[in-house]
């Protein structure tokens, strides 16, 4: 097979037609209320691009990473919550100052883990922090024992189902079912207005890509060469003086990360949090995302989160009824029919013909055919 | 730190200082005793060729040095370092190489990436991330991939490689490490005659300089290599010494080599 | 949180807490059984191992109706017939789902489970385009209805009585089918070496069917008792999925009666707590109990220690 473009180039190139694609493209056809729509696609983006490294690249099958999400988008809800709450806003409570649904079940004082949250740098470092942490804290002892494969989906799915129960279940201090709602300013710039919507979706596509940017980093580097290794043969990783786990716990908690500062973003541009983004059903679509992408592709995972969520907007509007249908097939179809998404499609279908093109031409800097899977 | 010391006093007044001991050694499954209160001991720069009958505990013997199964009771001394309480990788780093059966290397990645995981350097997350493949890993990559023969297909995906050439890749991978201490199950099982033979120069070439254990049936192999053979059977060691030796034995005739 | 009841009542508490344990017990001893067959034996997770049992749920009230609008007379017994259609349904799809799907992915366990959750989702919606978003109920025939009354403060139900019953035959059943059968040998057979089983002339393709079937069989057993003790909705199945997998490798995945004693104690956990705190308090505690104890101890309770 002839190399036309090596890959370190085309991936610049994937970056570079992903950046135009999203922050000139679609802002200039779309209307706010649909640019703003996809910005919420986008905050699933990041967990699917986590998912490709831990999932494609390490093997590891989260089916909890909702719990990320939904831990660094709470941590945003909450410093925002308390942006709202000021004295003057919450005066007829009876106890002002602490949000409005604690004062419903009759909390009379703010809870200690809310305190850091009055601060804007603590509520950013907490984005990403706090799930980085939970992530060390399960995946650690797990993978020290090799707990893998599917106990490991499993175990991180019922602490999907743990985590929205406790938040259902602790309305005083989480807002319960309903969630974080309410929420107006961000170090006192309202987010609310149609300007500030657009700039935090660029803000969104900046941090996006940079996630990208950061995880093909990671992946060029030996690190990534050694998650491949241990994807095939994990044993012998071991026995070349290589501690498997703590490769692993680097990786989830890498992607718990990035699912952390998705689930801000997502605070941020739709102006609440609730436990219908963090339990199994939330957590398991977040997997198709990547899985539609092709789960070993970075971009993949962003063209597969827009397209899946444009499918289910745009069938939820209209056949209510089949989008179930539809998103059950996809699963099943993406599985046995696509195993490697999108991103295979492009590789067995377009690939070769741009290879073709530039090889007939030679390198004459033309610019590949567009992205793939529009 | 007492008590350690104390030992290493003893050890070193039991005089020659083994590379290798290993005393008392069992593992039960389930009450089935694989290995059986096992002990050998292996010197430095010495070959030492385990054989034994299907089921007679050799492959385990090699998991439990390496730290593959833990061991149920008894002692493995690495220079003086107890290897039983070790991680897997914490053997490997003391200088312990494995090759497996079947031969085990990454399909996915190319002959280069595939030595190059095998660079002890960079073993660490953060060690392993800020890693550069600098002048010292490439040109000890190109050195080791000549000693086994794969200069040519350096930058091809160890997928294509034939059955021969994984072996051999393998055995560069543990090459590459430079073990001290270097453990081969069947190296040369599955090859065809030629490669045999290659293989065979290959063992030659890079066993020296360390000790080795190696399983092996091949009687011409084994008699070509071994300074020390060790009969193993059901669990327990039936008889050891140099080759001509273990051959004459009837216990030994009896149990493998007549069949 | 002892404060305030007597000894007495104490004991009356735990006994009837015990005892609605004991039929959240067989709910879980029954739905695990499939799970546990399928996943222990086969090394597949069915993610819609929920909605058969929901379809099992749905096939005993349709019988139900079947019987009050053309045997009244015979309703007592409608229960029966409803339990062997429930198993022909589920285990008949079950088969159908193995050939048409499970059978491409024994090699690809992740996978399975994104796929058979997709599955899931189809027949959720399946089931509410046929039966509607409503829960049905069933009507309990007369002899089921009412309750005993043991002592003075404790009394159970008798459907509860009954359902346990029902459960402990099934799992004998299970355990003869399992590990006294020829079947089950080879079963067991395939599990262990799959090219020697193959070899010594077991129809290793059958033999999976068959298992993966009878698995899914006895989730719409699971659900005919299930109608017993709440109504069924086209999301039922969900509720429970999260709990058997965890009951299931909590057992030790190949090991029948761990399943069947890490049922117990999940169940009868969760039943004492709920006493004493919020519902979803006690859900959480369990939960994160046995995961808590899976991640120190992930082979389960109930294991044999093996060589690799």
């Known amino acids: 097979m002839t190399q036309a473009l090596s890959p370190r180039f085309k991936n610049l190139i994937g970056l570079l037609l992903l950046a135009v694609l999203l922050a000139v493209v679609l802002p200039l056809v779309l209307e706010p209320f649909r640019l703003n729509m996809v910005g919420k696609y986008l905050t699933y983006a990041f967990v699917a691009v986590g998912l490709v490294l831990c999932w494609g690249n390490a093997g590891i099958l989260s089916l909890g990473q909702g719990v990320f999400f939904g831990l660094g988008g709470y941590a945003m809800a909450m410093y925002l919550k308390l942006q709202s709450s000021t004295l003057e806003a919450t005066k007829i409570q009876s106890t002002p100052g602490i949000p409005d649904f604690m004062d419903w079940n009759q909390i009379t004082e703010l809870p200690f883990f809310w305190v850091p949250f009055k601060s804007l740098p603590l509520s950013l470092l907490a984005v990403v922090l706090v799930p980085m942490a939970f992530a060390f804290i399960v995946s650690f002892p797990m993978f020290k024992r090799r707990v893998g494969g599917v106990y490991f989906a499993i175990i991180t799915q019922a602490l999907a189902a743990i985590m929205t129960i406790l938040i259902v279940g602790q309305q005083g201090y989480t807002g319960g079912i309903n969630g974080i709602t309410d929420l107006r300013t961000l170090a006192g710039w309202d987010i609310r207005t149609d300007s500030a919507k657009t700039i935090l979706y660029f803000v969104n596509v900046a941090l996006l890509l940079g996630a990208i940017g950061l995880c093909l980093l990671v992946r060029g580097s030996k690190l990534g060469r050694i998650l491949v290794a241990m994807r095939d043969k994990e044993d012998r990783v071991r026995f070349s003086g290589y501690d498997v786990a703590s490769f692993k716990v680097f990786v989830f908690c890498l992607a718990a990360a990035l699912a952390g500062v998705g689930g801000a973003m997502f605070t941020l541009q739709v102006g609440f949090m609730s436990p219908s983004f963090v339990g199994i059903v939330p957590s398991i679509e977040m997997v198709i995302y990547t899985a539609v992408g092709g789960r070993l592709s970075l971009f993949g995972a962003v063209y597969g989160t827009l397209l899946v969520n444009w499918a289910k907007t745009s069938f939820s509007e209209s056949f209510p009824e089949l989008w179930l249908f539809g998103l059950g097939a996809l699963f099943i179809a993406v599985v046995l029919l696509f195993p490697n998404g999108l991103a295979g499609l492009y590789r067995s279908h377009v690939e070769p013909r741009i290879d073709a093109f530039l090889g007939r031409k030679g390198r004459s800097g033309s610019t590949p055919a567009p992205a793939p899977a529009e | ?259 | 949180m002892f404060m305030g009841y007597s000894l007495g009542e104490l004991g009356s508490i735990f006994a009837m807490q015990a005892f609605a344990g004991l039929i959240l017990f067989s709910v879980f001893v029954l739905m695990s059984l499939g799970l546990a067959i399928i996943f222990g034996q086969m090394g597949v997770i069915n993610m819609a191992h929920g909605e058969f049992m929901i379809l099992g749920a749905y096939m005993t009230y349709l019988t139900s109706q079947a019987f009050q609008a053309f045997a009244p007379g015979l309703y007592g017994i409608y229960f029966f017939v409803a339990m062997v259609v429930a198993f022909c349904a589920s285990g008949a799809l079950g088969m159908l789902v193995e050939w048409s799907m499970i059978r491409f992915l024994y090699k690809r366990p992740l996978d399975t489970l994104l796929a058979t959750w997709g599955l899931s989702l189809i027949m959720q919606q399946a089931f509410r385009s046929i039966f509607g978003a409503r829960e049905v109920g069933v009507e309990l025939p007369e002899w089921m209805m009412g309750s005993l009354a043991i002592t003075d403060t404790i009394e159970v139900q008798i459907n509860g009585l009954f359902v346990m019953g029902l459960t402990t035959l099934i799992a004998i059943a299970v355990y003869l089918l399992m590990f006294r059968s020829r079947w089950g040998l080879q079963v067991r057979a395939v599990v262990l070496n799959r090219p020697m089983a193959g070899a010594v002339g077991i129809d290793s393709e059958r033999v999976d069917r068959f298992t993966f079937g009878l698995g899914c069989g006895i989730a719409g057993i699971a659900g005919s008792a299930f109608t017993m003790i709440g109504s069924t909705g086209p999301t039922a199945g969900q509720l429970y999925i999260v709990d058997t997998f965890l009951v299931v490798v909590f057992g030790g995945a190949a090991s029948l009666a761990g399943t069947i004693a890490s049922a117990f104690t999940i169940s009868q956990a969760q039943s004492t707590m709920e006493f004493f705190m919020s519902g979803s308090m006690a859900k959480v505690l369990t939960l994160l109990v046995v995961v808590c104890i899976l991640m120190v101890r992930p082979e389960g309770l109930f294991v044999l220690k093996v060589r690799r």
């Not at chain 2, 104390?6 to 050694?25: C, K, R, S, W, Y």
């Not at chain 2, 034994?52 to 370092?81: M, W």
């Not at chain 2, 002048?135 to 991939?145: K, L, N, P, Q, T």
């Open chain 2, 1 to 259: 730190m007492n008590a350690q010391a104390a030992t290493n006093v003893i050890t070193d007044q039991m005089g020659p200082d083994f590379l290798l001991a290993v005393e008392g050694l069992t593992v039960s499954f389930d009450g089935f005793k694989a290995v059986d209160d096992l002990s050998f001991y292996v010197d430095e720069n010495e070959i030492r060729v385990i054989i034994g009958p299907n089921g007679a505990g050799k492959t385990t013997v090699l998991d439990l040095i390496c730290g593959r199964t833990k061991a149920t009771s008894g002692s493995v001394k690495f220079k003086n370092t107890e290897l039983t309480r070790l991680k897997e990788y914490e053997i490997v780093r003391a200088g312990v190489g494995r090759k497996f059966q079947n031969p085990s290397i990454y399909e996915d990645l190319t002959v280069f990436e595939n030595l190059e995981i095998s660079f002890p350097r960079g073993r660490g997350v953060f060690g392993a991330l800020a890693f550069k493949r600098d002048a010292e890993v490439i040109g000890r990559v190109e050195e080791v991939a000549q000693t086994i023969f794969l200069a040519d297909q350096l930058h091809q995906r160890a997928e294509y490689l034939s059955h021969g050439q994984k072996q051999w890749l393998e055995i560069g991978m543990l090459l590459i490490q430079d073990p001290e201490l270097l453990m081969l199950d069947e190296p040369v099982a599955g090859m065809s005659v030629a490669e045999r033979k290659k293989t065979a120069e290959l063992l030659n070439t890079i066993i020296k300089d360390r000790s080795v254990i190696v399983i092996e049936h091949d009687m011409k192999f084994v008699e070509d290599i071994a300074h020390k053979v060790t009969v193993l059977h059901q669990g327990k060691i039936l008889a050891e010494g140099p080759m001509a030796k273990v051959q004459a034995d009837p216990k030994v005739i009896e149990v493998y080599l007549g069949h």
